[in-house]
């Protein structure tokens, strides 16, 4: 898997240093397994201008094929990364919530709490994870085997979907 991998944690109390990042740990554990360059990792407060723009960043400068986040995907009023997420897209790729959502529903009732959002900026993925190292890893590996081909497709190095006659 050669793609170029963004991590941003959305946190307050690990931005401030008062929680480990462990969910970003899992990220890279499992993306850099699996042949992924991790080209940038951060932690930013639950702010949706900061998000926005650090995701901003690191679609068109940083160049990311990919940027994953997590945490600020639930219920609270300090959880923005979708509104953010969205705010940044050009087009929204539902599928990797929705394929999130009905397969953590099988491990629990709260995963029908996500609001996690996925999308395309410019010619970058972008995929809200949650904010459990638990859940994290179990997301990943629901979406990855679909992650290569969609970024194929986007940076316009991919073929068809279907196979020819």
Same mark, same amino acid.
């Given at each position: 898997?050669?793609?170029?991998?963004?991590?941003?944690?959305?946190?307050?109390?690990?931005?401030?240093?008062?929680?480990?990042? @462990?969910?970003?740990?899992?990220?890279?554990?499992?993306?850099?397994?699996?042949?992924?360059?991790?080209?940038?990792?951060?932690?930013?407060?639950?702010?949706?201008?900061?998000?926005?723009?650090?995701?901003?960043?690191?679609?068109?400068?940083?160049?990311?094929?990919?940027?994953?986040?997590?945490?600020?995907?639930?219920?609270? &009023?300090?959880?923005?990364? &979708?509104?953010?997420? !969205?705010?940044?897209?050009?087009?929204?790729?539902?599928?990797?919530?929705?394929?999130?959502?009905?397969?953590?529903?099988?491990?629990?009732?709260?995963?029908?709490?996500?609001?996690?959002?996925?999308?395309?900026?410019?010619?970058?993925?972008?995929?809200?994870?949650?904010?459990?190292?638990?859940?994290?890893?179990?997301? @990943?590996?629901?979406?990855?085997?679909?992650? &290569?081909?969609?970024?194929?497709?986007? !940076?316009?190095?991919?073929?068809?979907?279907?196979?020819?006659?």
């Amino acid at each position: 898997m050669n793609i170029k991998v963004a991590i941003l944690t959305v946190s307050d109390k690990g931005f401030r240093g008062e929680r480990e990042d @462990l969910s970003g740990r899992v990220i890279v554990e499992k993306m850099t397994s699996l042949g992924a360059e991790i080209v940038h990792q951060e932690i930013v407060p639950d702010e949706l201008d900061i998000i926005s723009q650090r995701l901003r960043h690191l679609a068109d400068e940083i160049d990311a094929d990919l940027i994953l986040t997590t945490g600020g995907t639930g219920l609270s &009023p300090r959880d923005v990364t &979708p509104e953010a997420t !969205r705010a940044v897209i050009d087009r929204e790729v539902p599928g990797f919530a929705e394929a999130m959502r009905h397969e953590s529903l099988k491990v629990t009732p709260h995963a029908m709490l996500s609001r996690a959002a996925s999308g395309i900026r410019k010619q970058t993925l972008i995929i809200n994870l949650p904010g459990s190292p638990k859940a994290v890893k179990e997301c @990943l590996d629901v979406i990855l085997p679909a992650i &290569p081909h969609g970024i194929e497709i986007i !940076r316009g190095r991919g073929g068809e979907c279907a196979p020819t006659k």
